[in-house]
């Protein structure tokens, strides 16, 4: 399964709201995780079943979705969400993630 | 603490080998699924292979099927990945990661570099 962020670079100012989207090429019912990677880390998990908050993970970051078309919410972005956003199916085998969205501060 | 830290990196020849390994604290490895997820550089993510709690069940990807093998100790909290006939396209930082398909711990990820 192919799946495909967009856009490929945000820019979006503190206290704004970004917006990430995530398409996968069939259907993953809503076996789907965002993962969050700072530059020279490794990646960390945001969400998981399309909507859950994984552990200790701040509220302001939501995720909606099911099928093939999902959305990652920053509600008021934070300086230090300055990273890239992956997106992963976990429907079929092979697990396969998205190529990322950059997420600049304006 | 809980985490794990991954050693074994290092430049290799086309077609030569390494062993990756992963030390696992912090947590009751002997309960959970592992992973290796493999990032080329300026690339994204690639899960490469994982392995059951008793290391009776174990999958990879087409691409490394035949030349990698993931494998565990459950005495030492140790997670291998041995990597053989090395391609230039398996350069990448491989990422050890808690988890069968979803991965809620990552390591710190070891470089690996295919050339001659």
């Known amino acids: 399964i192919m799946m495909t962020q967009s856009p490929a670079t945000l820019s979006v100012s503190p206290g704004e709201r970004a917006t990430l989207s995530c398409r996968a090429s069939q259907s993953v019912s809503t076996n789907l995780a965002w993962y969050q990677q700072k530059p020279g880390q490794a990646p960390r998990l945001l969400i998981y079943?399309?909507?859950t908050r994984a552990t200790g993970i701040p509220a302001r970051f939501s995720g909606s979705g099911s099928g093939t078309d999902f959305t990652l919410t920053i509600s008021s972005l934070q300086s230090e969400d300055l990273a890239v956003y992956y997106c992963?199916?976990?429907?079929?085998?092979?697990?396969?993630f998205g190529q990322g969205t950059k997420l600049a501060i304006k | 603490e809980v985490q794990l830290v991954e050693s074994g990196g290092g430049l290799v020849q086309p077609g030569g080998s390494l062993r990756l390994s992963c030390a696992v604290s912090?947590?009751?490895?002997?309960?959970?699924?592992m992973s290796w997820v493999r990032q080329a550089p300026g690339k994204g993510l690639e899960w490469v292979a994982n392995i059951n709690q008793d290391g009776s069940e174990k999958y990879y990807v087409d691409s490394v099927k035949g030349r990698f093998t993931i494998s565990r100790d459950s005495a030492k909290n140790s997670l291998d990945l041995h990597v053989n006939r090395l391609r230039a396209e398996d350069t990448a930082v491989y990422y050890c990661?808690?988890?069968?398909?979803?991965?809620?711990?990552w390591g710190r990820g070891a470089l690996v570099a295919v050339s001659s």
């Open positions: 912090g947590f009751t490895f002997r309960q959970f699924w």
């Open positions: 990661a808690r988890g069968n398909y979803v991965f809620d711990l």
């Open positions: 079943g399309a909507a």
């Open positions: 992963q199916q976990y429907n079929n085998w092979p697990y396969t």
